[in-house]
Structures are given as structure tokens and as C-alpha cells.
């Protein structure tokens, strides 16, 4: 039945974690927190320094109230850059899950085959949608590098203002173009889900 469409894909991950609890294992910790390095060999002084500084950090850390820390993680929640990124995420997200949901629907109303649209939204979303998340990580990293991290919302949304046409094709053309019009569409589209 239809649940084996979700087992077998489910059955190298469990082959997988077994591979890697037998294989891998952790290394053991000498040191208890708080303790100061120590090693056999004399380490660079660039060693030493940089150790030191991340010791005192949490330690310094460590030394903060639980309230003052709370202050900190809250306004760093409630900075106005990251709340517009998760409304206009929000927004996008709602966007994609109402076509996601009503796709069928639509292409039943517009005299598509279910046949024909499942032969096409298998997997159209999924080959766009991976290859717009490693194409925008490449792209936003190398936009990151020259102009700084702001310079990432601009990647976001030049890449919804240049999805957005190839995203209207599928309401708009016959088939099989409004689906070969979700590629790009997909592809441009999902650099968001980076972020």
C-alpha cells in the first residue's frame, strides 16, 4: 500500500545509523568544564592565546544571570531584520503550501490529466527546488564575500522578482509549458528556503 513509499526510503537510514554507531565513535573528554588545557607538547603561543580567549569567554559567559541572558537571546528574537525575514518567509511559505495543496485541483479545472500533472509534479518541485538551494548558497555566499551579510536580501528577493513571471506561466500557458515553466520557477524561487 501507500505506506511503502515511506518505509523504503526509511530503511538506509536506519542501515545507515547502524553503520555509523558501529563505526564512529566520540572522542573521550579529559578535561571537565571550567579545567584549563593541558597537554604533553608545549603548544604555539598562537595556540595558547586563542584557547585562553575562548576559556574566558565561557567563563565570562557562564557567569551571567540566567535573567540577563534571557534579555539577550529575546532582543536578538525581536530585531526588526530578523522578524521581517520570518513575515516575508511566513508570507512565501503560506504561498507555497496553498499551491502545493491546491495543484491538483487547479490542473483537474483546467482539463489536465491527473496523470499527466503527476508525471510532471513528481518531480519537478523536488530536482528545482535542490538545485535552487545549492545554486542560492553559492550565490549568496559569493554576494556575502564582495558586499557584505546584508547583500543577502537583495539575493532574496531579486530571486522572487525574477521567479515570480516563471511562477505566473503556470497559470497562464498550455501544458507541457505552464509545467516546464515551474523549472525555473523552482529553481529561482527557492533560493528563500537558504535563509
Known sequence: GWRWAFI?????????????ALTVKEPKRNKKPGESKTTKEPASSEDSSTSSV?????????????KVKATMIARAFLSPS??????AGSIRNAGGYVWAYNTQPYFDAAGVSKETTGSFMSWIPLVGGSLGVLFGGFISDRIVKRRGLYARIFVLVASQLVAAPFAAGALFLSVPWNFISLIPANIIGKVLFLF
Open 8 to 20: 523504503l526510503p526509511g530503511i538506509p537510514g536506519i542501515f545507515l545509523g547502524f553503520v555509523i
Open 54 to 66: 575562548q576559556e574566558s569567554k565561557a567563563l565570562s559567559l557562564s557567569k551571567i544571570p540566567l
Open 82 to 87: 530578523l522578524l521581517l525575514l520570518c513575515l
